[in-house]
């Protein structure tokens, strides 16, 4: 997939635990010949786990803010609009509520926090390859990491593609793929291979998203995912919502089902939505339709199998 990115700006040498009043420290994500910027107050940590470098920084304009590589995952200012699309756009469209959810990724522990906002989860796994990402976010991220040692949630430290491959058929509820993107330990996570698997895991009438790029930054990557998921599927859409401090800003996720009637709006109840209404910051049930109101250029790049 044609996408540059750069190594975090923060290396192990040039880590500072305190700053100088005078000192101006930034640091940039370079994605696609653009960057976005942040002022940094304080370098919190900064090391390179068995997969990739993992930074964490004080912001002044974003809160705390996690790289993986280089890239932006999440920051404690916007989080929010990402996990709760992420999560609560598949879990009320089920025609029963979601028992079981497995996360792919998402070893911050945002995507697991919004799925245990509803009662009727009684597990949720949680796949992450990189054991020091839960570990720093469980640090770091408290208001993130809050939830992975819920007792409902099982951890399965290890790569999503493998552990996708032995699952027993139809064990999930609800799949999300919460990845990194799609180079380096994420690169697996949007194969053909991966999503055959997927599709077996899936209950019926459940649903699996998975995030899926940027629609400004990477077209042609979106243009790609799609292909490969309208492969295996036989119901494909997909969604996208504004994350600030995402390449590009505008985030895609798809919608993916069996094929056997369940859509984003069939069992919708937005009745139901309004018992978790006050915990969330983004989600409501009018976002619930308006996120699926693709713009004509995203039209043509996810071009829905419906
Ligand atoms: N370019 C960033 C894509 C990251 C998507 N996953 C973020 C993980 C947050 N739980």
């Known amino acids: 997939m044609m996408m540059t990115t750069t190594a975090s700006v923060l290396t192990a040498t040039e880590t500072q635990t305190t700053q100088s009043p005078t000192m101006d420290l930034w640091v940039t994500e370079r994605f696609n010949n653009a960057g976005f910027t942040f002022k940094v107050n304080r370098v919190v940590h900064s090391s390179r786990s068995e997969f990739q470098?993992?930074?964490?920084?004080?912001?002044?304009?974003?809160?705390?803010?996690?790289?993986?590589?280089?890239?932006?995952?999440?920051?404690e200012k916007d989080e929010f609009i990402y996990h709760e699309m992420i999560s609560h756009v598949p879990m009320f469209a089920l025609p029963t509520p979601a028992k079981r959810v497995l996360v792919i990724g998402g070893g911050d522990g945002g995507t697991i926090r919004e799925v245990l906002k509803h009662p009727s989860v009684e597990e949720v796994v949680l796949c992450e390859i990189d054991g020091d990402v839960i570990k720093y976010s469980q640090q770091y991220f408290p208001t993130i990491g809050c939830e992975i040692d819920n007792p409902k949630v099982t951890l399965e430290v290890r790569d999503g593609v493998a552990y996708m491959a032995n699952l027993a058929p139809e064990s999930f509820d609800v799949i999300m793929v919460d990845s990194t993107d799609p180079i380096g330990p994420g690169e697996g996570l949007f194969t053909q291979r991966f999503y055959t698997d997927a599709m077996n895991a899936?209950?019926?009438?459940?649903?699996?998203?998975?995030?899926?790029?940027?629609?400004?930054?990477?077209?042609?990557?979106?243009?790609?995912?799609?292909?490969?998921?309208?492969?295996?599927?036989?119901?494909?859409?997909?969604?996208?919502?504004?994350?600030?401090?995402?390449?590009?800003?505008?985030?895609?996720?798809?919608?993916?089902?069996?094929?056997?009637?369940?859509?984003?709006?069939?069992?919708?109840?937005?009745?139901?939505?309004?018992?978790?209404?006050?915990?969330?910051?983004?989600?409501?049930?009018?976002?619930?339709?308006?996120?699926?109101?693709?713009?004509?250029?995203?039209?043509?790049?996810?071009?829905?199998?419906?």
């Open 202 to 306: 899936l209950k019926p009438e459940g649903v699996l998203v998975a995030q899926t790029e940027s629609l400004m930054a990477l077209p042609e990557g979106v243009k790609k995912i799609y292909g490969v998921l309208k492969d295996v599927f036989p119901y494909v859409t997909g969604y996208c919502a504004t994350v600030p401090t995402y390449p590009g800003a505008l985030w895609s996720w798809s919608f993916c089902t069996k094929g056997t009637g369940v859509t984003p709006f069939s069992h919708f109840d937005a009745s139901q939505v309004e018992a978790i209404a006050g915990d969330c910051q983004y989600y409501n049930a009018g976002v619930h339709h308006a996120v699926f109101a693709l713009p004509n250029f995203a039209k043509k790049l996810i071009q829905p199998k419906v």
């Open 53 to 75: 470098s993992l930074d964490i920084v004080d912001t002044e304009a974003y809160g705390r803010l996690m790289l993986l590589d280089g890239c932006v995952m999440t920051t």
